[in-house]
């Protein structure tokens, strides 16, 4: 399985990006998938994440109403819609996917995804 992150860049405060998540090798059973973003000194942190089988997506609260997630199942692609960017969203952003499915209350723990991809850089400055 291999994941391709990309769309990060650099956008003013108050912009938008979108990132992509493309997964090949993933089956039709598989699990959720999700983006982390980790700052420099700082801990990964979880962001978004949609199950797969109903489509329903979570949220990190920090990006709540300003931050989408999205799945286009025929590309097997996510997609990270980022609006209202502030500096504090600043960090490089990874896609992260599972095998098989998980219970709801463990989907943004980063150490039960199974593959990662290699990250894309987003910077919110003026």
């Known amino acids: 399985v291999q994941l391709q992150a990309s769309g990060g860049g650099l956008v003013q405060p108050g912009g938008s990006l979108r990132l992509s998540c493309t997964a090949s090798g993933l089956t039709s059973s598989s699990g959720p998938m999700a983006w982390f973003r980790q700052s420099p000194g700082k801990e990964r942190d979880f962001v978004a994440a949609i199950d797969t089988w109903t489509s329903r997506t979570y949220y990190a609260d920090s990006v709540k109403g300003r931050f989408t997630l999205s799945r286009d199942k025929r590309q097997n692609t996510v997609y990270l819609e980022m609006n209202m960017l502030k500096p504090e969203d600043t960090a490089v952003y990874y896609c992260?996917?599972?095998?098989?499915?998980?219970?709801?209350?463990?989907?943004?723990?980063?150490?039960?995804?199974?593959?990662w991809g290699q990250g894309t850089q987003v910077t919110v400055s003026s």
């Open positions: 992260a996917a599972r095998n098989v499915r998980i219970v709801t209350s463990s989907i943004s723990r980063g150490e039960v995804y199974d593959y």
